[in-house]
């Protein structure tokens, strides 16, 4: 199986997870330890993601390359999905440039750095276990009637509906604690909300298109947020 996908998609995968970090520790200086622990984390989870996919799930990684727009996506789910990138450029680089740089916000006691590491590590668990848990995990908010599309209550999807999106969010704001970035940490709020409005607007198409998707919503209540919301 692990034939169906591409070597230039692997080539692909590996240009993307390597410049985000690089393009950090480039502005912010090969010097910075904190820096280094970022980009160590998102290249180990995205590597780790990314080869137990090709190993495992070559049919989902495929759907993870699905262009914006295409499979059903709705017009304003392609806006979201093209804010949330431009928010997570912005966050990449506002790190090392607050912190390293311009200084534009004071820097964080070491015990808020060290938290801001630790919620990273939810983050990779989470992150993970939703692509292991739900081959339907694609990237855009569309019915996958071709690929037999089904509703998944099973693992970390028996806690939470949107797993992958609470782990993001755990990365969206631990990150800046950890790198001491207020202004990037407002900005990794500004991503959390986004992801919020994605939520709603794809429980909507779920429950209206998905069978079975309306009664998964009453037996696991909680979005992203066990006992909050």
């Known amino acids: 199986m692990a034939a169906r996908v591409s070597p230039l998609r692997l080539l692909s995968a590996a240009v993307h997870l390597l410049v985000w970090p690089g393009l950090m520790l480039a502005v912010g200086g090969w010097r910075w330890p904190e820096g280094w622990v ?57 790190m090392p440039l607050d912190a390293r740089r311009v200084h534009w916000t004071p820097p964080l006691p070491v015990g808020v750095e060290v938290l801001g590491g630790l919620l990273l590590l939810p983050g ?55 790198t001491g970035s207020l202004s990037a940490l407002a900005v990794g709020m500004a991503e959390s909300l986004l992801i919020v409005v994605r939520v709603i607007g794809e429980e909507r198409l779920l429950v209206r298109e ?7 919503c009453r037996r696991v209540r909680y979005r992203l947020i066990p006992y909050v919301w």
């Not at 998905?210 to 998964?216: A, I, N, Q, V």
Request: glycine share 10%; hydrophobic share 50%.
């Open 210 to 216: 998905l069978p079975g998707y309306d009664e998964y």
């Open 38 to 94: 970022f980009a160590g984390w998102f290249v180990a989870m995205c590597t780790h993601t990314l080869v137990w996919l090709y190993r495992h799930d070559p049919a989902l990684l495929e759907e993870r390359y699905r262009k914006p727009g295409s499979g059903g996506q709705s017009g304003a789910d392609r806006l979201i999905v093209y804010l949330v990138f431009a928010a997570f450029v912005a966050w990449i680089v506002l």
């Open 124 to 178: 990779w668990f989470l992150v993970f276990r939703a692509f292991t848990d739900n081959t339907f995990l694609s990237p855009l908010v569309r019915i996958q009637a071709e690929r037999g599309h089904r509703v998944i209550s099973t693992g970390v999807y028996g806690v939470v509906r949107h797993p992958m999106y609470l782990g993001a969010i755990l990365m969206f704001l631990g990150a800046p604690l950890l």
